[in-house]
């Protein structure tokens, strides 16, 4: 039983964690792989000292900001100049009540903040694959239909980048946008803990790139709280997770 209860523990910790898109599989894993090491003296002895050291580990990211460094490590906040488009990354939809992720909705919010600043005149939003879901509705179409709800006339010109599963995708489309467009600049949004990686990809495509990135939403930054201190340990190892897959040539999250 303790084997189980360990499972079930650790399974709930990595849904969290790491944003599992099928938890329910992985729950199932790990209640039946902690059952089997709680019934061997050894393995069971092993078993207890890692959940010792992750509940160390955790316990430290709670009590204290520590994470604090290692955010601002992601983040490339520059100040906006005049540029011929500004890039709003797709940031996440709710697929049950069809709306914008908070992610998303800052995203835009700040894209049209740059937009009314005039810094550019027209945005990019992401038109995202069918590889994770085929039946959730498309980002770029609700961020086209409230810009058109903001601005019903004179709004800014909005172009959408088609079918594109990662931010590599994205960097392409922007990029061949630039080339028919003759652009020279762009202004980048996304949220910032992103921001850095993001950056460096639309760069690497050969973009002139000002980073401009959107408030973050699912946490105070600062993290004041034990609830924001887990929140930006659970981007964190995103963030880590997508600089692992990228290496190994697998699709990122995002």
């Given at each position: 039983?303790?084997?189980?209860?360990?499972?079930?523990?650790?399974?709930?910790?990595?849904?969290?964690?790491?944003?599992?898109?099928?938890?329910?599989?992985?729950?199932?894993?790990?209640?039946?792989?902690?059952?089997?090491?709680?019934?061997?003296?050894?393995?069971?002895?092993?078993?207890?000292?890692?959940?010792?050291?992750?509940?160390?580990?955790?316990?430290?990211?709670?009590?204290?900001?520590?994470?604090?460094?290692?955010?601002?490590?992601?983040?490339?906040?520059?100040?906006?100049?005049?540029?011929?488009?500004?890039?709003?990354?797709?940031?996440?939809?709710?697929?049950g009540t069809r709306a914008l992720a908070p992610t998303s909705a800052a995203r835009l919010a700040r894209g049209l903040e740059l937009w009314r600043a005039g810094y550019a005149p027209r945005l990019t939003v992401s038109e995202q694959s069918d590889v994770f879901s085929?039946?959730?509705?498309?980002?770029?179409?609700?961020?086209?239909?409230?810009?058109?709800?903001?601005?019903?006339?004179?709004?800014?010109?909005?172009?959408?980048?088609?079918?594109?599963?990662?931010?590599?995708?994205?960097?392409?489309?922007?990029?061949?946008?630039?080339?028919?467009?003759?652009?020279?600049?762009?202004?980048?949004?996304?949220?910032?803990?992103?921001?850095?990686?993001?950056?460096?990809?639309?760069?690497?495509?050969?973009?002139?790139?000002?980073?401009?990135?959107?408030?973050?939403?699912?946490?105070?930054?600062?993290?004041?709280?034990?609830?924001?201190?887990?929140?930006?340990?659970?981007?964190?190892?995103?963030?880590?997770?997508?600089?692992?897959?990228?290496?190994?040539?697998?699709?990122?999250?995002?």
């Amino acid at each position: 039983m303790e084997g189980l209860a360990l499972g079930a523990a650790l399974g709930l910790l990595a849904a969290f964690l790491g944003e599992v898109r099928a938890p329910v599989p992985l729950l199932l894993a790990l209640l039946v792989v902690g059952g089997l090491l709680g019934t061997f003296g050894t393995a069971r002895r092993v078993f207890r000292v890692g959940c010792g050291l992750l509940v160390a580990v955790l316990s430290l990211t709670l009590l204290t900001p520590v994470l604090r460094g290692p955010l601002n490590a992601l983040t490339l906040s520059q100040t906006p100049v005049p540029a011929d488009a500004v890039v709003v990354l797709g940031g996440g939809v709710q697929c049950g009540t069809r709306a914008l992720a908070p992610t998303s909705a800052a995203r835009l919010a700040r894209g049209l903040e740059l937009w009314r600043a005039g810094y550019a005149p027209r945005l990019t939003v992401s038109e995202q694959s069918d590889v994770f879901s085929a039946t959730c509705p498309k980002i770029s179409g609700i961020m086209q239909a409230q810009v058109r709800a903001l601005y019903p006339t004179a709004g800014p010109e909005v172009l959408k980048l088609r079918n594109v599963t990662t931010t590599r995708d994205e960097a392409a489309r922007v990029r061949d946008l630039a080339r028919a467009g003759g652009w020279t600049r762009v202004l980048l949004v996304t949220s910032p803990s992103h921001s850095r990686r993001a950056a460096a990809l639309f760069r690497a495509s050969g973009l002139t790139v000002t980073s401009v990135p959107a408030d973050e939403t699912l946490y105070d930054p600062t993290l004041p709280l034990p609830s924001d201190r887990l929140y930006a340990l659970r981007t964190l190892l995103y963030e880590a997770l997508s600089h692992v897959k990228a290496a190994l040539g697998a699709t990122p999250e995002r």
